[in-house]
């Protein structure tokens, strides 16, 4: 017996064409609609900073009343270790109390977390470049990855306020960019789709 997609081709290609052009396009959208908040003056910062931290506070909150539930049945069973678990448990739930109750707060520390992730991150990839024997282009971006990861460390030291309201910048820029491609790649999708019919 043989299955649809196989026993007609375009049929897959068509369908798959049109599935691709619909969820690009809403993709792209979404992209664009994140980058443009992202530039609203003090709105898109404090918005996508409280936001993430409700979020991970909810998280926090609902996976800490599971674990301390599990802890109870696991000292129930008699399973060892059921301390550790309920000690996890209750960590969580006033990590996701505090995000919650001070979402402002915990959004400025999250994105701090992530600027010096991507500053250790860049000095690192930068250091693992010049390390590696290739000589050329690797050695180019090595060293522009250090210097940028050590630009990124000062900004932070000297000015973390601004060092955060770039990186919502830079995030705003990406997510424009990356929605005008994929708006773009779901016309030329849909192009091609009208091309093959």
């Known amino acids: 017996?043989?299955?649809?997609?196989?026993?007609?081709?375009?049929?897959?290609?068509?369908?798959?064409?049109q599935t691709s052009f619909v969820w690009l396009l809403i993709r792209g959208i979404l992209a664009v609609i994140f980058g443009v908040i992202m530039f609203l003056p003090a709105f898109g910062a404090a918005v996508l900073a409280v936001f993430v931290a409700i979020t991970i506070g909810v998280w926090l909150l609902f996976d800490g009343v599971a674990s301390i539930v599990i802890?109870?049945?696991?000292?129930?069973?008699?399973?060892?270790?059921?301390?550790?678990?309920?000690?996890?448990?209750?960590?969580?739930l006033l990590a996701g109390l505090v995000a919650v109750i001070f979402p402002a707060a915990t959004g400025a520390l999250v994105g701090l977390f992530v600027l010096w992730a991507l500053a250790f991150g860049l000095i690192l990839r930068g250091v693992l470049e010049l390390g590696s024997r290739g000589s050329g282009w690797g050695t180019w971006?090595?060293?522009?990855?250090?210097?940028?990861?050590?630009?990124l460390t000062v900004a932070i030291i000297w000015s973390p306020g601004s060092a955060l309201?770039?990186?919502?910048?830079?995030?705003?820029?990406?997510?424009i960019a990356f929605g005008g491609v994929m708006i773009f790649i779901a016309f030329q999708m849909r192009k091609l789709r009208k091309e093959a019919a």
């Open 1 to 17: 017996m043989t299955d649809a997609p196989a026993a007609n081709p375009e049929k897959l290609v068509d369908s798959l064409l």
């Open 141 to 151: 971006f090595g060293i522009l990855h250090v210097l940028f990861g050590i630009v």
């Open 71 to 92: 802890a109870m049945r696991q000292r129930k069973s008699g399973v060892r270790g059921w301390g550790w678990t309920l000690a996890g448990g209750v960590v969580s």
């Open 165 to 175: 309201l770039a990186l919502v910048w830079i995030a705003g820029v990406y997510g």
